[in-house]
């Protein structure tokens, strides 16, 4: 069963993402986090259950999506996974610089 990571960067995705939507209501906010972190839950069996990101095209770095949000994550081996953003699909993906992340 493989670790997963949340990187600094991921961690800091997730309270943002939490404190824009808890502007409107909390209750969604907290829903939201907690689906996002249950999503990459499979990756713990399935490690390679998330497709490769399209704009970088390098294997060990896919994604799940959840909603409007794209968990970008490493797959270092099949023991190890770093999650190294959340990012909503709306903003430019191609400006987020995902290669200084890992």
């Known amino acids: 069963m493989a670790?997963?990571?949340w990187t600094e960067q991921s961690v800091f995705d997730l309270k943002d993402i939490f404190?824009?939507?808890s502007k409107d209501s909390k209750?969604?906010?907290e829903n939201k986090v907690r689906r996002i972190k249950?999503?990459?839950?499979?990756?713990?069996t399935l490690p390679k259950s998330g497709r490769t990101v399209p704009e970088?095209?390098?294997n060990q770095i896919r994604e799940l999506i959840e909603g409007n949000y794209r968990i970008?994550?490493?797959l270092v081996n099949n023991e190890y996974i770093e999650i190294l953003t959340v990012h909503h699909s709306a903003r430019?993906?191609?400006?987020?610089e995902i290669d200084k992340l890992k």
């Open 72 to 74: 970008v994550y490493r």
């Open 3 to 5: 670790k997963i990571v």
């Open 19 to 21: 404190d824009y939507i």
């Open 56 to 58: 970088l095209g390098i």
């Open 92 to 96: 430019d993906f191609e400006s987020r």
């Open 27 to 29: 209750c969604y906010a």
């Open 38 to 44: 249950e999503k990459t839950f499979i990756l713990k």
